[in-house]
């Protein structure tokens, strides 16, 4: 474990939240605070390898209402990372299958003396609606469609390293807009620090009232390819569509997919992201999911550091409201 | 148990009603139950009257709903007939329309009975029941309508289901005219709506909500006034929330054809942004619309082309509405908010006064259920509400009558309030002091 002062690590007035609960209600400088934070985490521990002891005797419990591999390792490494003990809890065989409520099975949690409560729900709100029952922080950890703010900081954090501001690029969401909460935490983090924001996709995936809420909307990728800066590639959630969206996968993967053709008319210091998991040849094909512009694995990366960060300030918040 | 020929001299207030076209400070004489007088001379009062003092309020025909889930038999934690009825009266409900959604579902003689039955235990509002529209509320067959009649059933509807069975609406509303009953149909078309929480709209999109388009309204009311239009049969459809449907409405009335609609009290104050808040109190059926929707809407009722408000009482209990907004479903309680809701929006909406209010909630959706009711006129059961129209008071469900407690409305400041009931001349509600939220 390194040992490492506390007072290395200020902590920004700007930042008064207990919760973290959606992107959406982030002001443009509690964005930039998170991400200046877990920038300043990551150099502290190495790059995210090494142990720091800012939240040891502190205890994380990830309740995980949906599957998840990546996010919920992510906020357990992190909470480990800054020496905070973790409960990892799955719906599956547990008092929720017998018919307790998700609230009474995080009350129960929390009462086993927790003071975060990592939530994934596939219910848009439910981190809300814990955050009302609840004493402790709550952290979204994705919330149905709605949103996913450490996804969205994460990539936020993954296109700062590389071009150094977000004011004035171009990014582009492409893919399923409609059941994503990757595309929300994105469209308002983003546009928040000044990007200009294309939501792209067929209709039925994206809805034109984006363009109502100031956004771009197109449905032709090949289109607005050489306006963008970053591409963030969006998996088609099946799981959550109740009707097919469009007439074939095959069909989508040959209007919306990006892979070598489509690479040679982008810019060419263009990134490539993506959430996670990706669909290879569906929205991105293996050579460029594994080519020099993607920086998907760093994305995973950061991961980490923003959820140590998301972890360390609102505990901090709320040690303030409490004393 | 009731007492005998109740007769009272209610003196002091405003006395609203549309019927008679009576607006005016003036003294209602009961006598034996019924409405013996209005102004009537000091000779013929009797001396062993109830004196009741009304000034500074109004004294108007006792509102009427077109619609209450009442939840018993099958649902009782949800509200019993008893607690529905005494929620009625707190609202100033004199006379409800109970629906047929109960398990069992209210399709057979007996059903009805129960609950005639049971409202007549609970001894409070004036309960008349809906019957099903078709058999097990199912959309499959035609319910025995004839036979619902018999046992005592004023109206056929599966609300708050709809009806998705076109050729069984057309049937229905054909066989129905034989026995002069209204059915009521909610408009909503399931296969576009299905799976919807809140109003389709920017509010929906941004929350990831699934949403419940205008259009899904919009084309169950195309259906069924085209229905009604070729059967000539008695519908009323309700409740409504779209500026699609107000239009539809509008038009189809202006060409003559013989169709009435209601809105629910919430639809016309509160808009999706409330939502924001992932509240459940906030998931009702019809949806909480945009801001456009709620001004057509809150219009059409003041010029009339919405003929009347129904409460959307739709009870559920505590335990259901703690859940997410999945899981949580629909409902809301509010008999006991829908006179002050309405008092507090509407009130300047163009020139809608009180006597439009009264009209809207009692003496419209009298006629239009075919109850008794609705009027103060001489010889009728002194049905009657009395109703402080500058009293403020704050919303608190866990004040009411009703097993629910959910209300969207908790924490709203209100003007107006029900401060007495009486149902044929019997004082059944009366508002306690200390009760009174000032605000």
């Not at chain 2, 939840?71 to 529905?84: K, L, N, Q, V």
């Amino acid at each position: 474990m390194v040992d490492t002062d506390q007072a290395e690590l200020t902590f920004p007035s700007v930042w008064t939240r207990p919760d973290l609960l959606d992107m959406e209600g982030l002001s443009a400088d509690e964005i930039r605070a998170l991400l200046d934070t877990a920038q300043k985490l990551k150099e502290m521990t190495g790059g995210c390898r090494n142990k720091i002891s800012l939240l040891t005797g502190k205890t994380c419990a990830n309740l995980f209402f949906e599957n998840s591999t990546r996010t919920r390792n992510s906020f357990s490494l992190a909470a480990r990372r800054m020496g905070a003990d973790t409960v990892e809890f799955s719906s599956s065989g547990s008092s929720v299958t017998k018919g307790e409520t998700f609230v009474d099975t995080a009350k129960t949690i929390e009462a086993m003396g927790v003071d975060w409560v990592v939530t994934r729900h596939a219910v848009p709100g439910t981190p809300h609606l814990l955050s009302r029952e609840l004493a402790c922080s709550v952290i979204n950890a994705g919330d149905g469609p709605h949103d996913h703010p450490t996804q969205g900081l994460l990539d936020m954090l993954t296109i700062l390293q590389h071009r150094g501001s977000i004011e004035g690029l171009t990014v582009a969401l492409v893919g399923d807009i409609a059941h994503s909460r990757t595309a929300r935490a994105n469209i308002w983090g983003l546009s928040k620090l000044g990007a200009h924001v294309i939501v792209c996709g067929p209709p039925t995936l994206v809805s034109p009232r984006w363009s109502e809420l100031g956004f771009e909307v197109a449905h032709s990728l090949d289109e607005i390819l050489p306006r963008c800066d970053v591409l963030n590639l969006l998996r088609i959630q099946f799981e959550r569509q109740s009707a097919r969206p469009f007439p074939s996968v095959h069909e989508y993967a040959a209007l919306y997919a990006m892979n070598r053709a489509r690479m040679k008319r982008a810019k060419d210091n263009i990134l490539i992201m993506a959430p996670g998991p990706i669909n290879r040849g569906v929205e991105i094909t293996p050579e460029v999911a594994d080519g020099p512009h993607s920086v998907i694995l760093e994305q995973v990366t950061n991961g980490i550091a923003v959820r140590m960060a998301a972890l360390w300030l609102t505990a901090g918040a709320k040690s303030n409201l409490t004393t | 148990m009731q007492n005998a020929s109740p007769s009272l001299l209610i003196s002091g207030g405003r006395v609203i009603d549309p019927s008679q076209s009576i607006d005016r400070i003036a003294r209602v004489l009961v006598i034996d139950g019924q409405i013996e007088a209005i102004d009537p001379a000091d000779g013929s009062i009797p001396d062993h009257v109830t004196h009741i003092d009304a000034t500074g309020q109004i004294v108007a025909p006792g509102l009427v709903d077109l619609g209450v889930e009442l939840r018993e038999p099958g649902f009782e934690e949800d509200e019993t007939i008893a607690s529905g009825s005494d929620a009625a009266l707190a609202g100033g409900f004199t006379s409800i329309l109970a629906c047929s959604s109960t398990s069992p579902c209210i399709d057979s003689h007996g059903a009805v009975e129960f609950v005639r039955q049971k409202a007549v235990q609970a001894d409070g509002v004036r309960v008349h029941v809906i019957g099903c529209l078709s058999k097990n509320r199912d959309a499959a067959q035609m319910a025995e309508l004839g036979l619902l009649h018999e046992a005592g059933a004023v109206a056929y509807s599966d609300a708050p289901r709809p009806m998705p069975n076109d050729a069984l609406l057309k049937r229905a509303l054909e066989y129905a005219r034989m026995f002069n009953l209204p059915i009521i149909n909610r408009p909503n078309v399931m296969t576009l709506s299905e799976g919807g929480i809140m109003h389709e709209g920017q509010v929906s999109l941004v929350l990831g909500l699934k949403g419940l388009p205008t259009e899904a309204e919009d084309l169950a009311v195309a259906r069924d006034v085209r229905i009604a239009e070729a059967t000539n049969g008695r519908l009323h459809i309700g409740p409504v929330s779209t500026m699609g449907a107000v239009d539809l409405i509008r038009r189809v009335k202006d060409r003559g054809i013989q169709i009435t609609a209601s809105v629910c009290p919430h639809n016309l104050c509160l808009d999706d942004t409330e939502l924001r808040s992932f509240d459940a109190r906030f998931k009702v059926h019809p949806p909480l619309r945009s801001p456009r929707h709620i001004e057509t809407l809150r219009h059409a009722v003041a010029d009339g082309v919405i003929d009347a408000i129904q409460s959307g009482h739709m009870p559920r209990a505590r335990e259901k509405k703690m859940d997410d907004l999945v899981e949580s479903p629909f409902g809301l309680a509010s008999l006991e908010t829908t006179l002050s809701t309405v008092a507090t929006f509407m009130l300047g909406v163009g020139s809608f006064g009180w006597m439009d209010i009264i009209d809207r909630l009692s003496t419209a959706p009298a006629r239009i259920a075919g109850v008794a009711g609705g009027t103060l006129s001489i010889g009728v059961p002194a049905d009657i509400t009395i109703i402080d129209p500058n009293q403020k008071w704050v919303v608190d469900g866990h004040q009411f009558k009703s097993h629910c407690v959910s209300t969207p409305l908790d924490n709203v400041e209100l003007t107006s309030r029900v401060t007495q009931t009486f149902v044929g001349g019997r004082r059944r509600f009366a508002l306690r002091p200390d009760v009174m939220q000032l605000a």
